[in-house]
């Protein structure tokens, strides 16, 4: 009694720290939001004013030019007009910028409101919950809820590019188990978590849009053919040479009145002949490129801002050093295709457009210039986005940290096989509900076992959520975590399958079955089993029970199972110690029922069906 009081005094001091901090970190980003706010409404005010100049300018101006060109010599006429566009050409560059300006603004606002509903557990409300990530059939993601609605992923993911989200996805769902690795993806996401103005701005590039969740592998695949228009390199030269000697056919004819007028009416008329013979293979290159204009543009702004930090970590700076490709930078190059890609944009004016094209060779020249891009840095497109998404991806942890600086990162021991917490919750639960809990599980099994919504089954999946986070790299909701490397399988969430004839106890025992056969491997592993075959009659599901545990029982699994039925505790007094009894406990007061979600040592001897059927108004006839 004495050591559960000084505990529960602990937990007090804890969770009352806790408090401070959260309420620091919610006034932290409140305040970011009021700020940005602010400065969005003045930036747009702003605006408005530069747009009422512009039409203000446009119309003096217009009117003073007509009245030079009317009453005054022409050349003032002419300068007037220069002036005027140059003046409104920079007033457009200017009001763009503002308008910009405005945007990040904006963005930044909305990126410091949702963090403020992560805190409030508003964020079940986010758009992106990677749904089509669910896998019933996998070993813990849709018991830990990790995909889809109210998931984990819905909670921290700040990706937006499709390369983000997927590498996310594999943090979550089969990290790299490596210690060595998993350590280095913490000292990462240690240093992002410092540096919150960075994973702002990363999250805010390209936010607004959905477009950037597309798979690029098509751009990919283009940027990696090295195929060319023409095999021969002097086939090339005719589309020099040729617009040349037309252009001096046209600039000699308009001199010299004497020259043939058809000379160069007939050179014109063989490069529209010559356009228009590779017009289909030429266009279906150049549209390939273009399709891809928006998400070039969002690529090069992401690696510029990457490439301008200035990283302590090493495998950040592993990371931004695969970012230079013969001594220019991703972004370098990537806003020479981006250029590319500009130049293509003149197919949609299409009067100057004819103009070019058929004097200048335009599109052809597009296309050279895209194989020569391709040549020196088309390889290497993939892995400047494929690292773009792992920053996008550990961004995503490192707001976790932001969000709970009191979370800490864990520890991993090779040398035993152990899961240890202390004051431990479960990273979905807003801080003022959430419950934490100390365990430690050395070379163990827990059978857990407490009366209905005591806790059981929370306790279950907040080992499970922590373990994913640790593995992932990231921190975890506890003021202490140390636990071996293993595999972890689940089996909580059980529905039937009415097309293939499957019940739902049979739904359970396939998974056990995947459960037990994997223990078989000789692999370190942990496995949460919660409410083990509810779907049968009570002697059946007592045997099936002990059956499971004792097959479960081998020095290389530990793990936490759920009952009801209570005869499973007997076995703790077995097998030298591996399995050891929890329970969770509830109290009635004044008609009420209370819960106070704190684990104990050994079994429970209470249950509260018949008074939840009271309190529903079942009325207890027996």
Same mark, same amino acid.
């Given at each position: 009694c004495a050591i559960y009081r000084h505990c529960a005094n602990m937990n007090f001091l804890f969770q009352k720290r806790m408090v401070k901090i959260m309420n620091d970190t919610r006034q932290m980003f409140l305040q970011r939001r009021q700020a940005f706010t602010a400065n969005q409404e003045k930036t747009e005010r702003y605006s408005n004013r530069l747009s009422? $100049?512009?039409?203000? #300018?446009?119309?003096?101006?217009?009117f003073v030019t007509v009245l030079l060109f009317l009453y005054a010599d022409r050349i003032y006429g002419y300068l007037s007009l220069s002036l005027a566009l140059v003046l409104f050409i920079a007033l457009l560059v200017l009001h763009d910028r503002v308008i910009k300006r405005a945007d990040y603004y904006s963005r930044m606002a909305k990126i410091n409101q949702q963090c403020l509903q992560r805190m409030t557990g508003a964020w079940v409300g986010f758009s992106d919950h990677g749904q089509e990530y669910q896998n019933p059939g996998h070993r813990y993601s849709n018991d830990l809820d990790i995909f889809g609605p109210a998931s984990l992923f819905q909670w921290i993911n700040t990706t937006n590019t499709y390369h983000g989200r997927e590498y996310l996805r594999k943090l979550l769902e089969n990290p790299d188990r490596d210690k060595k690795n998993i350590r280095k993806r913490q000292n990462a996401i240690r240093e992002l978590a410092s540096n919150l103005e960075l994973c702002q701005a990363l999250q805010g590039e390209a936010m607004d849009s959905r477009d950037y969740m597309n798979n690029p592998e098509k751009l990919f695949a283009y940027a990696e053919d090295n195929k060319r228009l023409f095999s021969h390199k002097w086939s090339a /030269? @005719? #589309? /020099?040479i040729l617009p040349?000697?037309?252009?001096?056919? @046209?600039?000699? !004819?308009?001199?010299?009145? !004497?020259? #043939?007028?058809?000379?160069? $009416?007939?050179?014109v008329f063989i490069q529209i002949i010559i356009n228009f013979w590779g017009s289909k293979q030429v266009n279906n290159i150049l549209v390939t490129i273009y399709d891809y204009k928006r998400k070039v543009e969002v690529y090069q702004r992401f690696l510029e801002l990457l490439e301008k930090q200035k990283f302590a970590d090493a495998y950040l700076l592993e990371l931004k050093a695969d970012l230079v490709n013969d001594e220019l930078t991703a972004s370098q190059q990537l806003k020479g295709l981006d250029k590319i890609v500009g130049a293509v944009a003149f197919q949609y004016n299409p009067i100057i457009y004819f103009i070019v094209n058929n004097l200048f060779f335009w599109d052809f020249h597009c296309v050279f210039a895209l194989e020569k891009w391709k040549a020196r840095s088309g390889l290497s497109l993939r892995k400047w986005v494929n690292n773009l998404g792992i920053y996008e991806a550990l961004a995503s942890m490192a707001m976790i940290s932001q969000l709970n600086p009191e979370w800490c990162f864990p520890e991993f021991d090779q040398d035993q096989l152990f899961f240890a917490a202390e004051e431990m919750g479960h990273p979905l639960i807003t801080g003022q509900q959430r419950v934490t809990n100390n365990l430690t599980i050395e070379n163990q099994i827990a059978v857990i076992t407490g009366s209905n919504m005591s806790g059981k089954t929370t306790l279950l999946r907040t080992i499970g959520v922590n373990l994913v986070l640790a593995y992932a790299g990231a921190p975890v909701c506890a003021r202490k975590f140390g636990c071996s490397i293993m595999e972890i399988y689940t089996s909580m969430r059980i529905s039937d399958d009415l097309n293939s004839g499957i019940s739902t106890f049979y739904a359970e025992l396939l998974r056990i079955k995947m459960i037990i056969d994997f223990s078989k491997n000789e692999q370190d592993m942990i496995f949460l089993i919660d409410e083990v075959f509810r779907g049968t009659n009570s002697l059946d599901r007592v045997t099936g029970a002990r059956n499971v545990l004792l097959n479960l029982n081998k020095p290389w699994a530990i793990g936490l199972i759920s009952t009801h039925d209570y005869e499973l505790c007997e076995l703790e007094h077995d097998h030298s110690g591996r399995i050891k009894n929890y329970h969770f406990i509830e109290s009635y007061h004044e008609n009420e029922i209370r819960f106070d979600y704190r684990l104990k040592p050994g079994s429970c001897k209470t249950s509260n069906a018949k008074y939840l059927m009271k309190m529903v108004g079942i009325e207890i006839l027996d």
């Open positions: 009422n $100049l512009r039409l203000v #300018f446009f119309l003096t101006a217009g /030269y @005719i #589309f /020099y040349l000697i037309t252009l001096m056919a @046209i600039i000699i !004819s308009s001199i010299n009145p !004497s020259f #043939f007028w058809y000379v160069p $009416l007939a050179l």
